[in-house]
């Protein structure tokens, strides 16, 4: 017993540490005072240590049970009916059991029936399925909860829909109002206008004055109302890859079948019918070379035929007549074949004589051969009556089934005239055998193909010597080759009809394969179809689960070759014995076709005049239950005499052998060769093998093997497997007590059963894995057994409780092994996790439901009295044997056996759990790789006890006992300490043993005491915590205890574990609580803030303690967040992914419904407010674009975290910053907007972690209690306060509704991406690209100029048209995504709006009211800003009137801004296409005037900033509705008329005068919108109004931003700066005008060197400017900070621009400000963009600036354009082509076809030749031109490409009209235009204003081309660094012989002789001075070319020098003739061509 002794040891050992444990625990748990105090402060224990929690039990002891209202007592506790026990009728298939009847079965098949009979066994937790981890919330799910949602109606939808809207019918409308020809401008036509206008519906209430309070109440009732109740239902479904929790109930273990396919014979029919034909079907797998299907035997022959046999025939069975089977294929594969046979009677003659009639009479030549057939049919009546038992082979074939399933699934079978198919013979030659073979497995499946019906037309003759299976294999293989031998074979001709369909689930009539009927089935006399038995082709790893018992036996071949005498017709006769006498055969052989069910004995076909046949026979076996020693098989061999002769018997028995079926209890089944013998068997022969001589016997052949026969077994009784088979003998040996036993060779007493019970369970493990999972249920029950009930041996009680654990674990990890392919997610294996959950049972309980049943008795069970079954025995539990002890042996004969037995009885949980505590390490192994079948196996154990014991009621803390409780500590312990080791060694296991353990600990919270749970989870978050500082890894730790939470969390209960309904203790400490005192006292209360709500909204320890799950996940989520965390974006995900699936959970949770109860469940979650909040810095900013969010936190923040402030008082610059005024001229605060960087620090989080983060955020807004809420609020500090309402505002920009249009973008572009990728890798995998296409493409596509998006004329191709094929969604899908969409956004700004609301309730009454008020407003007009539905504006604006109604001092005694922001957002809102909006935006537009007017007598602020905002909104706004405006300011003059109130006062005239002046800014916008596709037109337009407004600052301001808005949008960037630079210059002035400060620009020369236009803008002079006047200049721009602003921009598009010199040139004003604010961080990054931008000019060596062409317009249809000329600024390496055709095109459009014409030459337009109806562009090339003395300063390329007025273009003619002509006449046209403003201006076309033309003669033509020439010669010669092939280019074209035109013809023709005009003189000097200069520069050329050249080039450089000695020998002459008259004065009118002496363009 040393082995127990150590085990106890250890016991000991582990029994210390589990005291220890306590004692601690029991300590901590008294705590010391100086330890509670400690904790009791809110900062008591930091975020990373785990709380102790509170006592959950003793927690709910100490509460009234009435303590809690109505829905909320729900809350408290665990309902009553949580866990049950369910008894599951096993489903049985068949209609009868199909078990044995017979009583004498022993104990294995006994145990076997009883296993597959008993009912199923479900713990059931009747809540579970509430948990997420059973109901998740899936994308199904939701858009399950959507349905019925109401349509949000939203502005950009609403535009979408109404294209045809008032677009279309605008000019009939307006028509209605004036005519239209009246004069646009004129002021009466538009007052005409808008008096006819209809106005929309007024409010009702609007104009009465009620009391805030009641304003607010009827606004809030009115938001309540319609929202709907789950906030997350419209947020997309928690991500499925996070959700570790995610469970499910194994499905319960049911028969394993394959893909099924049925196959139904319809016909047979042979060209002759004369005898009866039978037919044999399976299935044959090719490449496993195996039969994979048993055989099915049909018949199909006419009843006539039928008769032949009556002789032979009983009536036959109706199970015998089925046509239709029904096969199963486990591993489908393209080698599969169905093959027919095809028998009929015996008779005289080999098979090839028999098939000759099929093979040569034809059905159509009956008559001719009527005497034949009458003779066949005589002969067949003949054998038919006398050899009618017996068969011969006839023929066979075989259908090639992946052809029929691939074909059927896609040829169209209807071409066929009967929809039929022909044979798969044919078939297979179309296809081709290797379509599919090459494919492997996976490309075939039998499930889901179409129905096919197939024709067999070729049978093949069977031959007597190629019977065997070997040879079928063979002819199969040859089959699939194109030239098969099979195929040159003639066929028998025959029609086979069969259809072959997938099987339907539940088919009628069917048979099982023991001819059980299946259910349903609806009438026992229908013909029936039968199940085939599958013999899978490889292993199938599935449990039985019904009783089956099948013997197969196969005769191979017989050998009487040496046997005498006349044995030739050999038949083979089976029969199944039960003792030696002949009528002990058992009726257990199944029938085939036509025949009785069952018979005694069975032929096999007989092959004629064979004396060694082979046979393809299968003879089926129906087992009996109890096969005994005495049982065998009997062969008889017999001669069959063919023809009758007198006096020879019909058969005659040729030899006997046999085969013993039970050797050694196991049963006998393999391949056998048996020698026969020739005598009947002596008596008692059964008990020996025939292998055995005996004596006095004749054998044949010498009693050698001559007959080979194999035999399987398909049995659910016998496993066929050694260490199986003894383990089960041996176990039932010990059940029932039968010593002593004989085991093989050895003899079991019960002295040496224990040794060899201990060796077979360690034997266990090496059992095949196929019968191992098959008997896995058997196999655990029976070790279940051995655990719980220690067998008794002689007295003594055996424990093999370690043994019996050890192969547990082995069993179970060798099925996980072999079922590894279906383990689910978590590493589960199904089939195990189904046995515990159905089929695990307390051994000898019977599981009777509790409710009333009597208690379990016990009954007597002792090794004497055998079988009765034990029931419980819990009864008897002495508590002084510990029930659990090994060592526990009670000496023989001191105790009654029975009080022994049950003593020995242990409970299995507290067995398991102890044996896992001591197991050894190899064992522990094995069990950690499958730690969760021993959790769940526990939790049942412990459930059952539980239940069946009837404990439910007994209070959680007795009903285990404490060493149970401290194994499961120890336990848990040490599992926990596997996971945190072996993260980093395999994270696999790390991650299942976690979930394991995770998931144990939560189904430990329904059982035992929950306070006990949550220490253990205390106990693993320490061992973590420990582990996270030395990890080498903490986030996958971290990742680990994440899942760990989640888990927990999801447990069904989650809320009550929580404890949510008890109020916070505040901390019972006498000293103050730390958290008052260091958080400053609040802002908005004057008392200190309530500690109470304080802790419950931070993850204060209280909060912790109590709510101790929601604390810990808050924990996660808190710490996951912190700037610094490890692995941050995944840890993100997961923590924000865990909190929001919990939250989707409640929102569907029926428990959860009523708001009441919600409130209570959303406390759990209030921390999540305060994490949110200071989490901000670091979330995705979806309010993108630089000035769009001005942080509310850091305006109200007054350091970087704002709690180091003396309550209550702000900084100044932060109260300057928050009234949003202009900073004071002598304040030093930081120019620089945002929140401090400080802050930004840590890692951001993804936009769909943010996103996610917001919703919750919503969520707890939404679902909490308001009224604490509102607390909570009151104790906030400013900058928290400033922090909470930058979080709603970012919730805000989150949600935003992008509108329908986005969601079909978003969709079509990812279509078109991967559409372009698939094309892109054909062509590569096609070759059809070639490299270096592809790195041509490559490169286009990284240029700026190749691809087509930027080149300007293409945009009609380049918008890619959207297809109509979407891949992803439909239609219905994409509406349905904005419905939801529409909603969430909706709801989502609702939400935000009722917290606004709530804010302002609290901060009502404090001092620093003001500031906080600002922020909301903000957020309010954000959110009237953004994309809302008319459902959430109608609320807005209900709040945006009560805010501005209780405090218009906000916006017209401070902040300029925040009005103008109002204004320009009520605007956009009149202008809507929704009536609703309309009626709400203008009310509040009217009331807003009104409140303005009753402060100060006018209303100019309003007036100003309205009439601003509408420029603005003209400016920008793509599809604006002017239309809709002009009936809102219609709405709003009706106001004015009615309102009682101010009938005395001056209003309505001046509502009356600002609407009219509205009405004329609209009528410019209708022109707009007319040239909206004309950028130049449009930008002209916005040019001309901006010029209209250059009295009005603030609105010039307005439209030079709209306008460089419009030319950022079009890519224009230094267009684009150069209205930023006026913009800022306008600013300039008007500070001038103010003040001068040293640091400030003087006004517009500051900015000329930017650009000479600027100086335009100093038009603003005194007497406009009156800087006093209301709302003058009054906009944010007009400030220090605005001109920062401007400049910054002006910067950042020249940058964009790549014009880098004017950066710098803007940095110069801009820097003198920064430096005056001694804003040094602005200074850094500007100097660091100087840099950038130096470097730039620097390296840059292709800079590229634009291309200038000239157009003018001809034709009246041009209106004002008509012979116009402009230069037109094009972008850079435009050509010509690219302008005219993107100008021909688009006023194409506009005129309609042939009306444009382009005018292809750049003469004169003589305007009387064009015909008046059309219209004509003429467009030529220009280059900018500089006089001699600018290109002294224009020294670089940037200086020539900027600030251009004047440009230049040739045009060469001839006199006689054509344009080029030969030299003497070649003439040419020089043209100098002149633009009104420089460029880049801010426009891209600038008037031409001035021309002046300059003729060339021919003489002057030739001078320029050769000064162009040696200028190209000179500049190739002096190159740096030299371009050898440049040289050689140059030089060639100047000295080659051949050059036509060259510079030798231009000598002769113009210096041959000397002109007779003298006024040529001087050009002929001139080009004769010319020649020499350009011979001295070949002659340079030359002499470099020579030194840089190469050996190979010799020659070549040989040739240029010959060439040009002969150039130089002719022009010789020609040079050196002078002119004497040059040397003479000129008279003076000589020197007219060259008046303009700079005429020469420098660098052509």
Not at 1490 to 1504: D, L, P, S, T
């Amino acid at each position: 017993m040393a082995a127990a002794e150590r085990r106890a040891f250890a016991h000991k050992i582990n029994r210390t540490v589990a005291a220890e444990v306590r004692k601690q625990v029991s300590r901590e748990r008294s705590g010391s005072p100086s330890s509670s105090r400690r904790c009791s402060s809110s900062l008591g224990v930091p975020l990373t240590e785990v709380v102790e929690p509170l006592d959950f039990e003793d927690v709910l002891l100490s509460r009234p049970p009435d303590a809690e209202p109505g829905p909320l007592r729900d809350l408290v506790e665990f309902p009553a009916d949580d866990l049950e026990l369910l008894l599951q009728p096993r489903e049985c298939r068949t209609t009868e059991p199909g078990i044995p009847k017979d009583e004498k079965l022993d104990a294995q098949v006994r145990a076997a029936v009883e296993m597959y009979i008993e009912d199923w066994v479900i713990v059931h937790r009747r809540y579970q399925y509430l948990s997420a981890a059973y109901s998740p919330v899936t994308t199904e799910t939701q858009r399950e909860r959507q349905k019925g949602l109401p349509r949000q109606v939203f502005e950009q939808d609403a535009s979408g829909d109404e294209r045809s809207g008032p677009e279309d019918s605008n000019d009939s409308r307006r028509g209605s109002g004036s005519p239209e020809d009246t004069p646009r401008s004129s002021g009466a036509s538009s007052i005409f206008d808008l008096r006819n206008l209809a106005a929309d519906s007024l409010l009702p209430s609007l104009l009465e004055r009620t009391a805030p309070e009641d304003v607010d109440r009827r606004n809030e009732s009115l938001r309540r109302q319609h929202r709907p109740p789950a906030l997350l239902t419209l947020y997309p479904a928690p991500d499925e890859d996070e959700a570790v929790e995610r469970c499910s109930h194994p499905e319960p273990p049911r028969e394993h079948f394959g893909q099924r396919i049925l196959v139904k014979c319809l016909s047979l029919k042979f060209e002759i019918e004369i005898e009866p034909i039978f037919g044999i079907l399976a299935l044959y797998d090719v490449r496993e070379k195996k039969k994979i299907s048993e055989n099915f035997y049909f018949d199909l022959n006419s009843d006539s035929i039928k008769g032949l046999l009556r002789a032979h025939g009983t009536h036959p069975a109706i199970s015998t007549l089925a046509r239709s089977a029904i096969f199963s294929v486990t591993y489908p594969s393209p080698d599969i074949f169905l093959v027919i046979k095809l028998e009929k009677v015996l008779q005289q003659g080999d098979i090839s004589e028999c098939c000759e009639p099929y093979m040569v009479m034809k059905e159509v030549d009956t008559a001719k051969n009527k005497e034949k057939l009458e003779k066949l049919r005589l002969a067949a009546e003949q054998f038919c009556t006398r050899l009618g038992r017996y068969r011969m082979p006839f023929a066979w074939t075989a259908v090639h089934l992946a052809n029929i399933v691939s074909s059927a699934g896609q040829l169209d079978r209807d071409s066929d005239s009967e929809g039929e198919r022909r044979s798969a013979w044919t078939d297979r030659r179309r296809r081709g055998p290797q379509d599919r073979a090459s494919s492997g497995d996976d490309a075939c499946s039998f499930s889901g193909f179409r129905p096919a019906t197939l024709t067999v037309t070729n049978f093949f003759k069977q031959e007597a010597e190629r019977l065997s299976d070997e040879d079928l294999f063979k002819f199969l293989a040859d089959m699939r080759r194109p030239s098969s031998l099979l195929r040159r074979l003639r066929p028998v001709t025959a029609q086979l009809k069969i259809d072959i369909s997938p099987a339907p689930e539940n088919p009628h009539f069917c048979l099982s394969p023991e001819l059980l009927h299946i259910k349903p089935y609806p009438d026992p006399r229908g013909r029936p179809t039968k199940e085939i038995l599958e013999f899978p082709a490889r292993e199938v790893y599935a449990p039985h689960t019904s009783y089956r018992n099948l013997l197969y036996v196969y005769p191979h071949s017989l050998n009487f070759s040496s046997r005498q005498g006349s044995v030739r017709n050999l038949a083979v006769r089976v029969q199944y014995m039960t003792g030696e006498d002949p009528s002990q055969a058992l009726p257990v052989i199944f029938g085939k076709s036509s025949c009785s069910e069952f018979t005694r004995e069975a032929f096999t076909p007989v092959v004629y005049h064979n004396k060694s046949p082979e046979f393809y026979e299968e003879f089926k076996l129906h087992l009996p239950a109890c096969v005994t020693e005495n049982h065998h098989l009997l062969f008889t061999f017999y001669h069959v005499s063919c023809q009758p002769r007198p006096g020879t018997a019909l058969e005659t028995p040729v030899g006997f052998t046999w085969i013993p079926l039970l050797q050694h209890g196991r049963l006998r089944t393999g391949p056998f060769c048996l020698p026969v013998s020739v005598d009947q068997p002596p008596p008692s022969y059964s008990v020996l093998t025939p292998d055995v001589a005996l004596p006095g016997m004749r054998w044949v052949d010498g009693h050698k093997g001559v007959f080979s026969v194999e035999l399987t077994a398909v049995s659910s009784v016998h496993p066929q497997d050694p260490h199986l088979d003894k383990f089960f003998t041996l176990v039932h040996v010990l059940e029932e007590g039968a010593f002593p036993f004989r085991l093989k060779d050895a003899v079991l007493s019960e002295g040496n059963v224990e040794q060899e019970l201990r060796a077979s369970l360690a034997a266990l493990r090496l059992a095949s894995p196929e019968p191992l999972v098959a008997f896995s249920h058997h196999v655990l029950d029976k070790l279940v057994r051995l655990v719980v009930r220690p067998p008794i041996i002689s007295g003594q009680i055996v424990n093999l409780g370690r043994g019996a654990f050890e192969a547990m674990a082995h069993v179970v990890s060798l099925v996980h092994r072999s079922l590894e392919a279906a383990q689910d997610a978590r590493g589960h294996c199904p089939q195990l996790a189904a046995y515990i959950h159905y089929a695990f049972r307390l051994p000898g309980t019977e599981p009777s439901l509790p409710d009333g049943a009597p208690p379990v008795t016990v009954q007597a069970a002792t090794l004497a009295r055998g079988s009765g079954r034990p029931i419980s025995l819990y009864l008897a539990r002495s508590k002084s044997i510990s029930s659990s002890n090994p060592d526990l042996a009670v000496a023989p004969g001191s105790v009654d056996d029975e009080v022994s037995r049950i003593l020995a009885s242990k409970l299995l949980h507290e067995e398991l759990a102890l044996q896992w505590v001591v197991s050894s390490s190899a064992v522990r192994e094995a069990i950690l790789q499958h730690a969760w079948f021993f959790f769940q196996l526990m939790v049942k154990s412990m459930a059952l006890h539980l239940l069946l014991g009837q404990r439910l009621d007994t209070p959680r803390k007795l009903r285990f006992p404490g060493r149970f409780l401290d194994d499961i500590t120890a336990l848990v312990g040490s599992v926990g300490l596997e996971v945190i080791t072996r993260v980093h060694k395999d994270v696999e296991l790390a991650e299942r043993l976690n979930a394991s353990l995770a998931f144990f600990l939560s189904d430990l919270l329904s059982l035992v005491d929950r306070g006990f749970v949550f220490s253990l989870v205390r106990a693993h978050y320490k061992q973590v915590a420990t582990r996270l500082q030395s990890s080498p890894n903490p986030a996958a730790l971290l990742t680990l205890r994440m899942e760990f939470t989640r888990i927990l969390c999801s447990h069904e209960h989650y809320v009550t574990l929580n404890l949510p309904c008890c109020p916070l203790s505040p901390p019972a400490s006498p000293s103050p609580s730390v958290s008052s005192t260091t958080s400053q006292s609040s802002t908005f209360s004057s008392q200190a803030p309530d500690p109470k709500v304080t802790s419950m909204f931070e993850l204060s320890g209280p909060f912790r303690q109590q709510h101790f799950l929601a604390g810990l996940l808050l924990t996660e989520l808190a710490l996951a967040l912190e700037p610094e965390a490890e692995g941050a974006f995944l840890l993100h995900k997961k923590a924000i992914s865990a909190v929001h699936s919990l939250l989707c959970g409640h929102d569907t949770d029926p428990r959860y419904a009523a708001a009441t109860v919600k409130a209570c469940v959303a406390e759990l979650y209030l921390p999540l407010l305060s994490i949110a909040r200071d989490t901000l810095p670091r979330l995705h900013d979806f309010a993108e674009g630089p000035g769009q969010r001005s942080r509310l936190a850091s305006m109200l923040d007054s350091d970087t975290e704002g709690e180091g402030d003396i309550a209550g008082t702000i900084n100044p610059s932060v109260a300057m910053a928050i009234a949003g005024g202009p900073l004071a001229p002598g304040s030093r605060a930081s120019i620089s907007q945002g929140p401090p960087t400080a802050s930004r620090a840590g890692c951001a989080l993804s936009a769909e972690s943010s996103r996610t983060l917001l919703a919750c955020v919503l969520w707890v807004l939404k679902n909490a209690e308001p009224a604490l809420l509102q607390r909570w609020a009151t104790d906030l500090t400013l900058p928290q306060l400033g922090r909470l309402l930058d979080l709603l505002y970012l919730c805000l920009a989150a949600f935003e509704y992008k509108g329908k249009k986005a969601f079909e973008r978003i969709n079509s572009l990812t279509f078109k991406k991967s559409l372009d990728m698939k094309a892109r890798l054909e062509e590569a995998i096609l070759g059809t690209i070639g490299a270096r296409q592809e790195m041509v493409r490559r490169s286009r596509e990284r240029s700026p100029f190749g691809n087509p998006e930027n080149v300007r004329w293409r945009k009609s191709v380049t918008h890619w048209k959207q297809t109509s094929d979407r891949v992803d969604k439909t239609k219905d899908e994409m509406e349905h995504e904005a419905l939801v969409e529409g909603n969430l956004a909706t709801e989502a700004s609702l939400v935000v709006l009722d917290t606004l609301e709530i804010i302002v309730q609290t901060v009502m009454l404090s001092e620093a009211r003001e500031s906080v008020l600002g922020a909301v407003l903000k957020v309010v007009l954000y959110s009237l800003g953004s994309a809302q539905s008319a459902l959430f504006l109608q609320h807005g604006l209900a709040t945006q009137r009560a805010l501005v109604s209780k405090f218009p001092e906000l916006l017209f005694e401070e902040d300029t801004e925040l009005c103008a922001d109002l204004c320009l957002r009520l605007l956009r809102h009149c202008g809507s296409r929704i009536s609703t909006i309309r009626t709400h935006a203008s009310a509040s537009l009217y009331l807003l005037m009104r409140q303005n007017f009753e402060i100060g007598h006018n209303f100019a602020r309003v007036k100003m900033q309205v009439t601003m905002s509408l420029s603005s909104l003209v400016g920008t706004t793509q599809n604006f509705s002017e239309e809709y405006l002009r009936r809102s300011l219609k709405t709003i003059l009706t106001y004015a008329e009615e309102d009682v109130g101010l009938r005395d006062s001056t209003f309505a005239e001046q509502v009356q005068d600002l609407m009219f002046n509205l009405h004329m800014i609209l009528t410019d916008t209708v022109k707009m919108k007319e040239h909206q596709e004309d950028p130049e037109m449009l930008i002209d337009l916005m040019y001309r109004i901006a010029r209209g407004y250059q009295g009005s600052p603030d609105l010039r301001l307005t439209w030079l931003q709209n306008m460089a808005g419009k030319h950022a949008e079009l890519g224009n960037h230094a267009e684009a700066a150069q209205c930023m630079v006026h913009a800022a210059a306008l600013v300039a002035e008007y500070l001038a005008l103010l003040e001068d400060h040293r640091h400030l620009p003087v006004g517009c020369v500051s900015f000329q060197n930017i650009s000479s236009n600027v100086l335009e803008e100093s038009a603003i002079s005194d007497d406009i400017l009156s800087p006093d006047e209301e709302g003058f200049c009054s906009g944010k721009h007009f400030t220090e900070l605005g001109l920062v602003g401007l400049l910054e921009q002006a910067a950042g598009y020249f940058t964009m621009g790549g014009l880098y010199e004017a950066v710098n040139e803007v940095y110069k004003n801009l820097i003198p400000i920064l430096e005056a604010h001694r804003d040094y961080k602005k200074l850094a990054a500007v100097h660091g963009k100087l840099q950038e931008a130096f470097t730039k000019i620097m390296h840059q060596l292709q800079r590229v600036f634009g291309t200038y062409f000239r157009v003018g317009f001809y034709g009246a249809r041009f209106g004002d354009l008509d012979e116009q000329e402009f230069v037109y600024k094009e972008p850079s390496i435009t050509k010509l082509a690219e302008i005219s055709h993107r100008l021909e095109e688009f006023y194409t459009e506009r005129f309609g076809d042939d009306v444009v014409e382009m005018i292809k030459d750049s003469n004169p337009v003589d305007k009387s030749k064009l015909d008046a109806q059309k219209a004509y562009i003429q467009i030529t090339y220009v280059e900018p031109y500089f006089d001699t003395y600018e290109l002294k300063d224009r020294v670089t390329y940037f200086d020539r490409n900027y600030g251009l007025r004047t440009f230049l273009f040739c045009t060469p003619f001839t006199p006689d009209g054509r344009a080029h002509g030969e030299l003497p006449e070649q003439h040419k046209r020089k043209t100098l235009l002149s633009t009104d403003h420089a460029f880049p201006y801010i426009k891209t076309r600038i008037r031409v204003c001035h021309r002046e033309e300059t003729v060339l003669t021919p003489v002057e033509v030739a001078i320029e081309d050769m000064q162009k020439k040696t200028r190209e010669l000179a500049f190739a010669t002096e190159q740096d660094p030299p371009d050898a092939k440049m040289l050689q280019m140059v030089l060639q074209g100047s000295v080659g012989p051949t050059v036509n035109q060259g510079p030798l013809e231009v000598a002769q023709v113009f210096l041959a002789e000397i002109p007779e005009d003298p006024k040529l003189f001087r050009h002929h000097n001139k080009l004769r001075l010319c020649f020499k200069d350009f011979c001295k520069k070949c002659e340079d050329a030359l002499r470099k070319n020579k030194a840089l050249i190469g050996p190979d080039q010799k020659e070549y450089h040989r040739e240029l020098e010959r060439n040009y000695c002969r150039l130089r020998e002719a022009l010789q002459p020609l040079l050196t003739q002078r002119l004497p008259q040059l040397l003479a004065p000129t008279p003076p009118g000589l020197r007219n061509s060259l008046n303009r002496a700079s005429f020469r363009k420098a660098d052509l």
